[in-house]
């Protein structure tokens, strides 16, 4: 079946630094991939998605490409920031079945200042 | 920005007691979701709703579990008889229809710990 890796965390980073976090996939077919964040106290989030290989997603200066060659979905940035301080998880979802998402154990990152 | 509520925040239970997690999605949505973290391991699917009736269900989702939408505006979920490992952080989520419904909506979780 589906399913989503992650990295392990917890990924502790200063400021400004460059940020990877690490996201492969194993799908039937051409699944829709996500990235979701959670900020403490609150709820997940999406961050970005892509839907297509070669696409990519992008939103708060955070980038990921979609790899089909290598099943992978590697979340970036340039330069992060305190505020970047969250739980990120990357997801799929299949081209058959309704609407459920498939989610990787989540990575947790810590920005310091 | 709308958002998923959930109630309560935290839930503290004694081993085979029933418990009702709740949940107000966003209500124009259409598309309504349970999911649960046991600590330290992934986000799983529960069960999906729609039109008023369970669309997907994982395996997790046995007899114990039950959803239901009894006003319009809530969403619950029954767990009829806790076990220990029932323990975890439960998640409504909600989507719109069509194109929209990729983008999940999720509430902030209810901490369910069974003793």
């Known amino acids: 079946g589906n399913s989503v890796t992650q990295m392990e965390g917890p990924v502790t980073l200063s400021e400004e630094a460059f940020l990877t976090i690490n996201c492969t996939y194993t799908?039937?077919?051409?699944?829709?991939l996500f990235w979701y964040v959670q900020y403490p106290g609150e709820g997940l989030q999406l961050l970005l998605k892509?839907?297509?290989?070669?696409d990519k997603g992008s939103n708060k200066g955070f980038e990921a490409t979609y790899r089909k060659e290598t099943t992978s979905f590697h979340l970036e940035k340039g330069s992060v920031q305190v505020s970047d301080s969250a739980v990120y998880f990357c997801?799929?979802?299949?081209?058959?079945?309704?609407?459920?998402?498939?989610f990787g154990q989540g990575t947790r990152l810590t920005i310091n200042p | 920005e709308p958002e998923v509520t959930q109630t309560p925040s935290h839930q503290v239970t004694q081993m085979g007691q029933e418990v009702i997690l709740r949940c107000v999605p966003i209500?124009?949505?259409?598309?309504f979701y349970w999911y649960r973290q046991i600590l330290g391991q992934k986000v799983e699917f529960l069960v999906s709703?729609?039109?008023?009736?369970?669309?997907?269900k994982s395996e997790i989702f046995d007899d114990q579990f039950s959803v239901e939408r009894p006003d319009g505006s809530n969403f619950t979920l029954k767990i009829r008889s806790t076990k220990l490992e029932d323990s975890a952080m439960y998640f409504c989520?909600?989507?719109?229809?069509?194109?929209?419904?990729?983008?999940?909506?999720f509430g902030s979780g209810t901490q369910l710990s069974v003793l």
């Open positions: 799908a039937t077919g051409y699944p829709s």
């Open positions: 209500s124009n949505h259409l598309y």
């Open positions: 892509a839907t297509k290989a070669d």
């Open positions: 989520a909600s989507s719109a229809f069509g194109q929209e419904s990729e983008k999940l909506f």
């Open positions: 997801a799929l979802r299949g081209i058959q079945g309704a609407q459920k998402l498939v």
């Open positions: 709703f729609y039109n008023n009736e369970i669309s997907e």
